[in-house]
């Protein structure tokens, strides 16, 4: 299988994909974010170190994160196939991941570009709800993702808590800066002959048959 990276606005849905993908075809997710947390929760020297740097509200260096995903791609389990999700984010860090995978032997199949409008990505944003136990998110306003029992988690039967920050100002300002600090990250990859774009403006899965056709 290819080994993908997800590029999309806030709200586009690439945590919902990547499920798919994990599902259906054995896809390991790896989200900077999750390592980062991982690795400060495990304590380790790096961590109480990420943990003073993320406290003091700095920007956690490209070296320390490269490491990280270094870390996690020599893993066994990426030999199947594996999604970045949140790295790069500018064109530093993709020449940065050129390199790590080149030394890994391993290289990006597809970058999958989850195309949006920002009035679309913002409806989809404020009826946004997540369960604080398991992580799995909902969409109030959407019928393919709203919970069976309105509030509460399928799995769980925990009450569903939003985020804070989707109002729809914040949202324009999120969504206006995203687009506009990643345009040039969509040329690179264009330039590499991987870029893919998908109309997300569909159901979940009417965008998962899009990608589908993509990683095949």
């Known amino acids: 299988m290819k ?12 945590g919902t994909q990547s499920e798919i993908l994990m ?7 790896i989200s900077t974010g999750d390592l980062l947390r991982k690795e400060v929760e495990s304590k380790s020297e790096l961590g109480l170190r990420l943990t003073e740097i993320m406290s003091s509200g700095e920007l956690v260096s490209d070296e320390i994160v490269t490491e990280l995903l270094r870390k996690r791609l020599i893993e066994k389990d990426t030999e199947t196939g594996f ?9 530093a860090q993709a020449k940065i991941l050129d390199d790590l995978l080149i030394t890994l032997g391993k290289k990006i199949g597809a970058a999958i570009y989850l195309d949006m409008d920002v009035d679309t990505a913002m409806h989809r944003a404020l009826g946004r709800l997540s369960c604080p136990e398991c992580g799995r998110g909902y969409n109030k306003y959407e019928e393919a993702t709203k919970p069976k029992n309105e509030g509460f988690c399928d799995d769980c039967n925990i009450a569903l808590t939003s985020r804070s920050d989707d109002t729809e100002e914040t949202f ?5 800066a995203y687009i506009e600090n990643t345009e040039p990250l969509l040329d690179y990859y264009k330039e590499l002959g991987i870029l893919n774009v998908i109309d997300n403006s569909g159901t979940p899965s009417e965008t998962s048959a899009l990608i589908e056709s993509v990683i095949k």
Do not use: E, V
Request: zero cysteines.
């Open 172 to 176: 324009k300002i999120r969504f206006n």
């Open 23 to 29: 599902k259906n075809h054995g896809y390991i997710h």
């Open 3 to 14: 080994n993908i990276i997800f590029i999309a606005p806030p709200a586009a849905g690439k």
């Open 83 to 91: 999604i970045l999700d949140g790295y790069p984010r500018n064109i």
